[in-house]
């Protein structure tokens, strides 16, 4: 069985304002989290994208 190249980007998003993005990296998604976090106070996530 051939293997699907599958995409591995991860979205990071706030829930209480409109900043978003879209990383490559888990790592990049979640310092995206953490200094949003940190600056704002913020609730933010990041999840991979399938």
Do not use: G, I, K
Request: charged share 30%; hydrophobic share 40%.
């Amino acid at each position: 069985m051939a293997s699907q190249n599958r995409s591995r980007l991860y979205h990071a998003v706030c829930r209480e304002c409109p900043s978003e993005q879209v990383f490559e990296s888990a790592d990049a998604a979640d310092a995206f989290v953490t200094r949003h976090v940190e600056e704002t106070a913020h609730t933010a996530l990041a999840e991979r994208v399938d």
